[in-house]
């Protein structure tokens, strides 16, 4: 697996949003980080590999290069000119995009050695049936990679951010915020930090297309414990990651002491990480 090439990753998120396979590009270029991640769960990457919720299809090609088989799977067939294109262009035969739904998921039991679902859970309707689904498509001793955000991270949990570093959708509520977004790329995208190549709320605006909030499910630490524990899932790792504000600005005893609160946990956490095994 390659490294992380950090320029080429922030020349990328620059560009994502120009098209889907620009977003493809940069999933390829930052999924060095997934599979470092799956290698301090003491995941190797082989066999059969289901992307479930590939969106653009970048990560499922790059994992395409170190295992034996990749599905990239999404509700929006994003990947069709993007994923294939990309795997095109790196000679990548072993990955393969199905148009389908994570909550029903069209392969036989026990298809896959491994299911990665990166960033996916809080856009499904049913939690429950997306786990389920995932947990019906492993062989026995297969792992499930999850990734989210707590819907009141600090960091928004696909909000954009504003120049002036002021958490609305805390202040606001999520709708009002989202509403606000949408207002300040139409009319204000100087307010916002990220550029219009790298903010889908400025770029849909100036095409003249409506924005609407995909988040579906709202993610707390506890709810996602929830989740896990009526799945059927075995909990091997979770990791939780505090995000920078209060990395540098808390005592690290403050802060260990805030973490266990709920709803500061929830604000406090920019991403959390699990990794779950079918018994």
Not at 2 to 19: I, K, M, P, W
Not at 132 to 154: D, K
Not at 175 to 200: I, Q, S, V, Y
Request: aromatic share 8%.
């Amino acid at each position: 697996m390659r490294s992380l090439d950090t320029d080429a990753l922030r020349r990328a998120a620059d560009q994502r949003f120009r098209s889907e396979y620009h977003y493809a590009r940069f999933e390829y270029l930052r999924s060095p980080k997934v599979v470092e991640s799956l290698a301090r769960a003491g995941i190797d990457l082989a066999g059969r590999v289901l992307d479930s919720g590939c969106g653009s299809g970048g990560i499922a090609v790059s994992l395409a290069e170190e295992t034996d088989l990749v599905v990239g799977l999404d509700l929006d067939a994003r990947f069709r000119d993007a994923g294939t294109r990309l795997a095109g262009e790196r000679r990548v035969g072993r990955v393969h995009f199905v148009h389908g739904d994570g909550q029903a998921l069209p392969f036989p039991d026990r298809s896959f050695d491994l299911v990665l679902s990166h960033s996916v859970i809080e856009h499904v309707a049913s939690a429950e049936d997306y786990l389920a689904e995932c947990l019906r498509v492993l062989r026995p001793g297969g792992f499930c990679f999850l990734s989210t955000a707590p819907y009141l991270s600090l960091s928004g949990a696909h909000l954009p951010r504003l120049r002036v570093p002021v958490p609305v959708h805390l202040v606001l509520g999520r709708p009002r915020a989202f509403a606000l977004f949408c207002w300040l790329g139409r009319h204000a995208p100087w307010a916002l930090k990220e550029a219009r190549e790298a903010n889908t709320f400025i770029s849909r605006a100036q095409e003249g297309h409506a924005k609407h909030d995909d988040l579906l499910q709202r993610v707390t630490v506890k709810r996602l414990k929830d989740w896990v524990n009526t799945s059927g899932f075995r909990r091997v790792q979770e990791r939780r990651y505090v995000t920078g504000f209060f990395r540098r600005g808390l005592p690290q005893s403050w802060r260990r002491r805030l973490e266990r609160v709920p709803w500061i946990q929830d604000v406090m956490t920019g991403n959390i990480e699990l990794v779950l095994v079918r018994p």
